[in-house]
Every structure is written in structure tokens, then in C-alpha cells.
């Protein structure tokens, strides 16, 4: 199951309970599979025999109310979620269940102040948070609210980039593009590791900002990286940079420079290739021919780039 072998799990979970009829945990387990795939019927049959063999099981309990939601079986939801809740006042799911009731019957105000109110015992629940931004999303008022929600969430779930992705375009969709720009700067703070975070800081500046605030970023990157392969990345990503604002001849430059600073390593084979590339599509191919590449080949509609025996680039003559 942690593989994501649904199919090989639910075998698994089968066999344990032919081995133990008695086994609470395989049905529980069985349940939530199946109510994820959809197949509720085979859902509510496992959430009925778990809680039937363990009536005073609060993951048990939750399971058949969260099935009796999707099944619209509300009466058997409520019940299971209300006893759940008297075993677990905290048991998140059952209050979901309930606002996801009330929320069906069209009573929205009563589902966000149990959702709120399960929010002021447990504030950084994932589940509940989720839910909060959902109606808070269909609701015009209190859009305030999203923001802080989805910043909550950025900061509990550092890997999970959709939240931090989210609060960006959230505030670039309200024009609050400095706030959009903090966002972002926090996602790459979050993450020092991480080139992509960093890059994504690059990107907005060059479509929110200017070229040239993109371009002084990936600068301060490089300059704090110095001698670290790592470099590499934020160097080429310099290149891209350059070509896209038409200054070609600076790009050339800076792939030379990377080429004599990486020498005959894999990082100096990706400049050179790179620099063979750009030479061929600015119509030289005596140039490209000049580097460490191996082949420089006509082909028919274009050119071929083969490097230490396997080809690298091929550049039709269009580009």
C-alpha cells in the first residue's frame, strides 16, 4: 500500500483476514481503498463488518461514517461520526463527516462553524484545513482567509509545492504581486537545497518584474555558490536568460567561461554542447565543429550533434 500496489495490498489484506476473521485493521484498511477507487458498496461492506466486530473502534467508526457521506446514507454517517466523536473528541474525520452533512443540506453557515470550531482544537490538521478552503473558495466573503490558510499549510507541508505554488498565484490573481513575490522567496527559503525553488524565484522576477531583476538574482545565486558544481545549473539558467532577451553574444560568452571553468568534465561536455548547439542554429557549423564534439553532421532538414559517441542535439534548419 505505502508503494502505491493497491491491487497487491487488497490481496494482502484478503488473505489476512481469512487468516484472522477477527482482524479490525485489514477491514479498515480494505475500506479506505475501496472508498477511494470508488467502489462503495465494497467500501461499506468492510466499514459495516469493522465496526461491527469493533463498535468502540474510533478509526473504525469514521471510516463508515465517511462511507455513508459518499453513499448518502446520512443517518448512518451522523451516528457513526457522533460516536466517534464522543470516544475521540478530536477525531477530525467524524467532524467532517458532519459539516460535509450540513454542507449537503444545504446549511453552509453550520459547516463552517464546525469546521472552525474543530480548527481552534487542532489547527494544523491537513483534513480539516483542506475543508476550510474549499468553502471558503465557493464563498465571495472572507476571501481574506485563504491566504493564511494556504501559508499555514506551505509551512507544515514544506514538500508539497502546490500549496506554496497556490498562495503565489492566489495573490498574483489579487494584483498583490509583492506579496506574491514574499510567497516565493519564502518557498526557496524553505527549501535551501533545492535549485528548482530557487530557479522558481528567477522565473518570477523575469515575468512579474523585469529581465533585469531576473537576471540580478541569478547573478547573486551564482556569486553565492562560487566554486560549487552546483553553480552549474544557475549558470545555464543565466544562458537561457540571455538568449531570451536576445543577447546572443553574451550567452556565447558565458558558455565560453563555463567551459573553461568546468574543463573535461560533465558539466564543461554540457557547455560545450550547448555552445555547438547555439553555433549550428546561428547558422556555424565550423564553429560547432570546433569544440569537443565528436560529429557536426549534415543531415537532411538539419544538423545532427553526436558528443563522446551519442548524439546530443538535433537542430533543424528552421530554428
Known sequence: EAEGNMQSAVGHYLKAIESDESNVEARIRLGRIMSAAGQLDEALKYAMAAAQLAPDNVDALTLRATVGVQVENYDLAAESAQKALALDPNAAEAEIVLAAISERKGDKAAARARIDSALTRSPDNLALN??????????????DQI?????????????????????????ISK?????????????????????????????????????EAARAELNSLIAARGDDPEAFEFEMALVRLELADGKTDTAIDKLNGMIAKYGDTANGDAARVGLAELE????????????????????????????????????????
Open 280 to 319: 549550428i542554429r546561428r547558422g556555424q557549423p565550423d564553429a560547432a565543429m570546433a569544440l569537443a564534439v565528436n560529429t557536426c553532421a549534415d543531415m537532411q532538414g538539419g544538423w545532427v550533434l553526436v558528443h563522446r559517441g551519442e548524439v546530443v542535439a538535433k537542430v533543424a534548419y528552421e530554428i
Open 175 to 211: 494584483n498583490q504581486i509583492d506579496e506574491a513575490e514574499k510567497a516565493v522567496r519564502a518557498y526557496a527559503a524553505a527549501k535551501p537545497e533545492s535549485v528548482k525553488a530557487a530557479l522558481a524565484v528567477v522565473s518570477f522576477l523575469q515575468q512579474r518584474r523585469s529581465v
Open 147 to 171: 491566504p493564511v490558510i494556504l501559508e499555514r499549510l506551505a509551512r507544515l507541508n514544506p514538500e508539497n509545492d502546490q500549496f506554496h505554488i497556490g498562495l503565489v498565484r492566489w495573490h
Open 130 to 143: 483542506l475543508f476550510k478552503l474549499r468553502l471558503l473558495a465557493a464563498n465571495k466573503e472572507d476571501q
